[in-house]
């Protein structure tokens, strides 16, 4: 669903020559008070669905049950809605029916004060049932009538409340506020996609920092992540819960990775203090952690994997030994290396390690990007078993000290890879990794 200006107009004059109540209502409103390009041009009117698709020849029933049409205008597609007034809400997200009503009643339905204004562009007039102007102008995220009532109705707002104040840097008022506090974990019975969606409009730059903020204010990081584990005992004030995350990048991320880290930096902030955050990177930790996000979130395997091994990529790169020359050409092998050193980048920019221990991470990374860093490995499984060793545990182990012997320059040939295989299984002593 798209439409642009002219032809949400087209639309709406229609209409009135019909005889009907026409406005354009709701976010487009918004953000056209507010001087933002409004992204869609919704119509709100006093013609009943039947009656619209009378009216246009190419319509679409989206919403039937509430009302909603797409008419098919030019390159648009736009909405129109009859003025309704929803009914007793069952699930915490759906009215049980709705009917059709006025102006006034279809403003009230609606969430919030600044999403609840009509405009007439024939004459020019914004129309204010609920004093939506006014919190434009103040800046403010105010729930339409009482803020308990309306956020038991439909507990997705207190994530559309988050969106709309980190979008527009708006406040949300104070006892709409405390009822998304009071509300927060029943966000565990909006569906796991839906949450998601939200997350990965609002986890986008240029709104990340501000939206998680308001998240954990608002105490929606629990029901969010309601699989994660969270340490119980007070957290230390001085780790900000923000730190990391306001120094990622102002460019997209994998979602999977922002929801990844931005939990990661929560346990480590829950975490009782002196606690350290090299340790989040452990594999064990990271797999726990990006399981838990996953099934949170029900977000696929695939978007996880990569998330995880970016992750647990910088591990290595973080334990006390500085990393071998193996470590460091095997980091940059790995397909999520990229991402592993923004994340590195920001660590170092929260000052979340060693400053000394990153700028020699960084020298190093990159002089070992200038040498063939990822070679054919001199000898494989295959060779292996042509020399009848049999495949068992330590022949990955085998393969692996070979290959860390040939990254580091301590093997020249095809040979002497062979050589060391053969004198490591006959020790039977493997390197540890
Ligand atoms: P955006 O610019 O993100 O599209 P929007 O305000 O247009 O913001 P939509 O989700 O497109 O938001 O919804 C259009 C309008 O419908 C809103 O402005 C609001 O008036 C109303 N609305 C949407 N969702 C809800 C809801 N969950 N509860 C009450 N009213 C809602
Ligand atoms: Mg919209």
Redesign the pocket.
């Given at each position: 669903k798209s439409s642009d200006r002219a032809d949400a107009t087209a639309v709406l004059l229609r209409l009135r020559d019909m005889g009907h109540i026409a406005y354009f209502?709701?976010?487009?409103v918004?953000?056209l008070l507010l001087g933002r390009e409004?992204?869609?041009w919704?119509i709100a009117t006093d013609a009943p669905p039947a009656r619209v698709r009378e009216i246009f020849p190419r319509t679409q029933a989206v919403g039937a049950a509430f009302g909603v049409i797409l008419v098919r205008q030019g390159k648009s597609q736009v909405e129109v809605a009859t003025f309704r007034t929803d009914g007793r809400y069952i699930d915490g997200r759906h009215p049980q029916g709705v009917t059709f009503s006025n102006p006034e009643e279809d403003a009230k339905?609606?969430?919030?004060t600044i999403?609840?204004l009509f405009l007439d562009p024939v004459n020019d007039l914004v129309i204010d049932y609920v004093g939506g102007q006014a919190d434009l102008a103040a800046k403010v995220i105010r729930a339409i009538g009482d803020p308990r009532h309306r956020f038991d109705e439909?507990y997705?707002?207190m994530l559309?409340a988050v969106?709309?104040a980190a979008r527009l840097n708006f406040e949300i008022e104070p006892a709409t506020a405390t009822a998304i506090q009071v509300h927060s974990a029943l966000l565990t019975r909006i569906s796991p996609e839906r949450i998601a969606d939200e997350l990965r409009v609002m986890l986008a730059p240029p709104t990340r920092v501000a939206a998680w903020r308001l998240m954990h204010v608002l105490g929606l990081l629990t029901p969010i992540f309601r699989f994660v584990e969270v340490p119980a005992g007070e957290p230390d004030d001085d780790r900000t819960i923000d730190r990391l995350f306001e120094k990622l990048p102002a460019e997209p991320l994998p979602f999977s990775l922002v929801i990844a880290t931005a939990a990661a930096q929560w346990l480590w902030w829950a975490s009782p203090a002196g606690s350290d955050i090299r340790r989040s990177f452990e594999k064990p930790v990271i797999a726990m952690l990006v399981g838990a996000v996953r099934k949170s979130l029900k977000l696929s395997n695939d978007e996880c994997d990569s998330a995880g091994q970016t992750l647990e990529g910088l591990h290595p790169l973080l334990a006390d030994d500085p990393p071998t020359v193996a470590i460091l050409k095997r980091f940059l092998a790995r397909p999520t290396a990229g991402l592993s050193r923004t994340l590195l980048a920001a660590l170092n920019e929260a000052n979340l390690i060693d400053e000394s221990r990153y700028s020699m991470l960084q020298q190093s990374l990159a002089e070992m990007e200038r040498t063939d860093f990822a070679p054919q490995p001199f000898i494989t499984g295959d060779d292996l078993t042509a020399t009848g060793m049999r495949p068992g545990p330590v022949f990955r182990q085998i393969l692996d000290a070979a290959y860390d012997a040939q990254l580091e320059g301590r093997l020249a040939s095809r040979d002497e890879a062979l050589r060391l295989a053969k004198e490591l299984e006959r020790t039977a002593v493997v390197l540890p990794r």
């Open positions: 209502a709701g976010g487009c918004r953000d409004p992204k869609d919704d339905r609606r969430d919030f999403n609840g439909d997705l707002r559309r969106r709309f």
